[in-house]
């Protein structure tokens, strides 16, 4: 496993979200993840209230095969 990055944003006051490739977004969208905190904290410039978070449990996407989907 390795360190990725994630950009929490601020919806509403108090009502926070990771920031999405979608749009519209709904809070079933899935967050963007970033390898670098350099491209997440590029990202979060988007927004007005924003963060960086640092996800050191996300593991790597691994190929499907015919047996897995």
Known sequence: MS???LVNVE?????WMYATAE??????SKPLIFETKGE???HLLRYNNA????Q??????Q???KYHG
């Not at 919806?11 to 009502?15: A, Q, R």
């Not at 963060?51 to 640092?54: D, F, L, S, T």
């Open 11 to 15: 919806v509403d006051e108090g009502e």
């Open 56 to 61: 050191a449990d996300i593991k790597p996407k």
């Open 23 to 28: 749009n519209p977004f709904t809070y079933h």
């Open 40 to 42: 997440a904290e590029a």
């Open 3 to 5: 360190k990725r990055y």
């Open 63 to 65: 190929k499907k095969d």
């Open 51 to 54: 963060h960086v978070e640092e």
